[in-house]
């Protein structure tokens, strides 16, 4: 079943935007005072996860008309967990300040999946509704 967003285009730049600041949260400095803020079990987990189910979200809406349902949401997967890879592997090697952390590549993938889902399920919704 083909899915119809309006206003495309405003969503495939909130998704490129997105993804650069995912990709600027991941690369920049951090002062060790500042994630003394965020003092709750596996805040930098929750993190990871919640900007990946926005990425994955924003995805999946750019995809989903030109796809089947099952194409767009493999594609959309395999996209998330390679970008979340990446960023984890240039952490490691590219920044003093930050480690790549393989947890931290599961919290992504665990965040991809709950943004594919809600954003399916809530589409699905929508569309029955009209």
């Given at each position: 079943m083909?899915?119809?967003?309006?206003?495309?285009?405003y969503?495939?730049?909130?998704?490129?935007?997105?993804a650069a600041?995912?990709?600027?949260?991941?690369?920049?400095p951090v002062d060790?005072?500042?994630?003394?803020r965020?003092?709750?079990?596996y805040?930098d987990?929750?993190?990871?996860?919640?900007?990946?189910?926005?990425?994955?979200?924003?995805?999946?809406?750019?995809?989903?008309?030109?796809?089947?349902?099952?194409?767009?949401?493999?594609?959309?997967?395999?996209a998330?967990?390679?970008?979340g890879?990446?960023?984890?592997l240039?952490q490691?090697?590219?920044t003093e300040?930050?480690s790549?952390?393989?947890?931290?590549w599961?919290?992504d993938?665990?965040g991809t999946?709950?943004?594919l889902i809600l954003?399916k399920?809530?589409?699905?919704?929508i569309?029955?509704?009209?």
């Amino acid at each position: 079943m083909i899915r119809s967003y309006k206003h495309r285009e405003y969503l495939k730049a909130a998704q490129f935007v997105w993804a650069a600041f995912v990709f600027i949260i991941h690369v920049m400095p951090v002062d060790r005072d500042d994630i003394r803020r965020f003092d709750f079990p596996y805040a930098d987990k929750w993190i990871h996860g919640l900007l990946f189910c926005v990425l994955a979200s924003l995805s999946y809406m750019v995809t989903s008309k030109r796809r089947s349902v099952t194409i767009s949401l493999v594609l959309v997967f395999s996209a998330c967990i390679a970008y979340g890879g990446l960023l984890e592997l240039i952490q490691l090697v590219y920044t003093e300040e930050r480690s790549g952390d393989a947890l931290d590549w599961l919290a992504d993938a665990s965040g991809t999946i709950v943004g594919l889902i809600l954003t399916k399920v809530i589409s699905d919704r929508i569309i029955l509704r009209s």
